[in-house]
């Protein structure tokens, strides 16, 4: 079987970095906000191109905690994309916020930035646009109506580290950023973990102080924070990692490139947008297609038989979620949103897949689709 994502290539290739890296923590003996972790933070500030960056314990606290640091909670509402992992919704709920969904972008599968301007309501008082798959949304049209409506905007960053959008990556664009670096990120750790990057310092500053407890200063607590420090071993796999991920970003954008240009020519799916190479740069955390006539499931039993794993990135879009029952949407409410659930298929991608399996992916997606045309 063709795996949708094997981090034991990964592993095995960085294990004598990985596990000197491992035991020199160990030996230290400081495992909580040590050296790593203030390492990787102005490493990854470096890289993103910020000034600040803030190690949490997962994606969803850095979507948690950005929203606490702009002191939004009950009665303020945050625009958000119905189509997306429900962690972004969730940290919403767990500051006692509203989230307010606007439909995507066809093309590109993220949130669609007129639909994000109708949205808006007095009680607006951030947007998440969600880099889906790794592709920037449209972050200047975003920033516009942010602009307009004097509003926050979090960058949900958790599946597109190094992407950029007009040439500045994805994190640096808006009020804040939000990364996650769960194991099957492009840069993924050995366990959970997250960041946080913005340009401002007093975002920033309020961000430390939430990951501890409220505390600037230990045993000295202003508010009400959480325990969502990022940790040590974590913070030293992740070092080893960075340096090797523009290697494996170029790595998949060339996976991509192949598999666009032959599965292009195929009839009964359409392939992901990449954008303009002058205005995007997509890092391609999932290479999905879609799969038209109501036949994704099928094809996807088709691809398993023949070898090739697959995953659907999202079935049900966030507002049919009984986890968002109390909203009273039904089913229309966001059509492209709602189409998309039902057609996405994203194949195997990742860095250390061998050509001989991209090849073996092609033929079978061929193959799947051509027995998809005879039966329609």
């Known amino acids: 079987m063709i795996p949708i994502l094997d981090l034991t290539r990964q592993h095995r290739q960085l294990r004598p970095q990985l596990e000197r890296a491992i035991g020199e923590v160990l030996d230290s003996g ?37 929203l606490r640091a702009l002191d939004i909670g009950p009665g303020d509402e945050v625009i958000t994309t119905p189509f997306t992992f429900v962690a972004t919704t969730e940290a919403i709920g767990m500051v006692g916020a509203t989230p307010v969904f606007a439909d995507i972008d066809p093309a590109t599968l993220n949130i669609d930035a007129a639909a994000v301007e109708a949205a808006v309501t007095p009680r607006t008082k951030a947007i998440i646009p969600v880099h889906l798959y790794g592709l920037p949304a449209a972050m200047s049209e975003i920033n516009a109506v942010a602009a307009k409506y004097h509003v926050a905007v979090i960058e949900d ?111 009964g799916i359409s392939l992901p947008v990449g954008g303009p190479p002058q205005t995007v740069r997509h890092v391609y955390h999932q290479f999905t297609i879609r799969v038209l006539d109501g036949q994704r499931d099928r094809v996807a039993r088709d691809l398993r038989e023949r070898g090739v794993q697959t995953m659907i990135y999202y079935p049900v879009p966030l507002h049919l979620q009984a986890v968002h029952g109390s909203m009273r949407l039904q089913e229309g409410a966001f059509p492209h949103a709602e189409k998309a659930a039902q057609e996405v298929l994203s194949l195997p991608m990742f860095p250390e897949l061998r050509d001989t399996e991209v090849d073996r992916v092609v033929s079978s997606v061929e193959k799947a689709v051509k027995q998809q045309s005879v039966m329609v």
């Open 30 to 66: 400081s495992f909580i906000n040590g050296p790593n972790v203030k390492a990787l933070e102005e490493e990854i500030a470096a890289y993103i191109g910020a000034s600040h960056a803030v190690g949490l314990n997962s994606g969803t606290d850095a979507l948690h905690l950005a």
């Open 157 to 267: 960053c958790a599946q597109s580290i190094g992407s950029t959008y007009r040439g500045v990556r994805t994190g640096a664009i808006g009020t804040i950023g939000a990364f996650s670096f769960f194991p099957s990120k492009n840069l993924g750790a050995a366990g959970d973990g997250g960041m946080i990057v913005t340009n401002d310092e007093q975002l920033a500053e309020r961000v430390r102080r939430l990951r501890a407890h409220g505390a600037a200063v230990k045993y000295y607590h202003d508010e009400l924070g959480v325990n969502s420090r990022l940790d040590e071993l974590q913070a030293a796999i992740l070092r080893v990692k960075l340096p090797h991920l523009e290697e494996w970003i170029e790595r998949r954008r060339t996976v991509a490139a192949w598999y666009t240009v032959e599965l292009g020519r195929l009839a």
